[in-house]
């Protein structure tokens, strides 16, 4: 008997669930989708305070969205205006969530622009002296140079063992050359060509002679090495 009953209420049970269930049509759960998964938060992972209020202004424009409609494209749009981002990736936490987290880039060197402090990033892009403090230990660099050719100097003196920590200013020449300059008041004057095998000859000859600093090393010309006294 309580078999009987309790099958008379699951029938009763599903058939209701069915009616209910028919009642709604795509613009329904469209509108179910649209209300349910609100933005509420925004979590940033990876910079300071000052960097984290600036991209949380530039993203607040998503809250009260729904997390489940949101494309990332939109955000990805957003990130790629900061030139301090080295990487980041977009993660949705439902039911209300945004995260990201970023890796800043590093500042490798600073430059001028009608006397404003400009910074270069490993990522190869300018930053402007907004987004930072003066950083007085950074090498200077001058000249009308690309960024792409002022990371390869980088990591071609870095190759050959010498300490980029070291360097106090670079020098870009109109004719395609660099001159680097040290904090003992050692000075590389490179050439156009064959940077990396210039480079080396220089630091073979810094080991080899001992040299401590106050000294100019010219390699501008082909197979020779000039040594004079800064």
């Known amino acids: 008997m309580l078999r009987s009953i309790d099958k008379k209420i699951k029938i009763i049970f599903y ?6 269930l028919s009642t709604f049509n ?10 349910f998964f609100l933005i509420k938060n925004i979590k940033i992972n990876g910079l300071n305070e000052k960097l984290t209020l600036d991209i949380n202004s530039k993203l ?3 809250l009260s969205s729904n997390l489940l409609l949101l494309n990332k494209e939109f955000i990805q749009n957003d ?10 990736s977009i993660f949705k936490k439902y039911p209300s969530q945004i995260i990201l987290n970023i890796k800043e880039t590093e500042l490798i060197a600073k430059t001028f622009d009608n006397n404003k402090i400009q910074y270069i990033g490993s990522n190869g892009k300018i930053i402007g002296e907004n987004y930072y403090e003066n950083k007085k230990k950074l090498p200077k660099v001058f000249g009308n ?39 003992n008041n050692l000075l590389i004057k490179l050439p156009i060509k064959k940077l990396n095998n210039s480079i080396n000859i220089a630091k073979k000859f810094i080991e ?3 040299i401590t600093g106050n000294i100019i090393i010219d390699l501008r010309v ?9």
């Open 79 to 88: 990130m790629n205006e900061f030139p301090f981002i080295e990487s980041y």
């Open 145 to 183: 140079f690309k960024t792409p050719e002022l990371l390869r100097v980088f990591l071609l003196l870095e190759n050959n063992n010498f300490m980029l920590s070291e360097i106090t200013d670079l020098y870009y020449f109109n004719s395609g050359r660099w001159d680097v300059k040290f904090k």
């Open 222 to 230: 082909a197979n020779q090495v000039i040594i004079r006294n800064e």
């Open 15 to 20: 058939i209701f669930l069915i009616l209910f």
């Open 26 to 35: 795509n613009t329904n759960i469209h509108e179910l989708k649209k209300n």
């Open 60 to 62: 607040e424009k998503y």
């Open 208 to 210: 080899k002679e001992k």
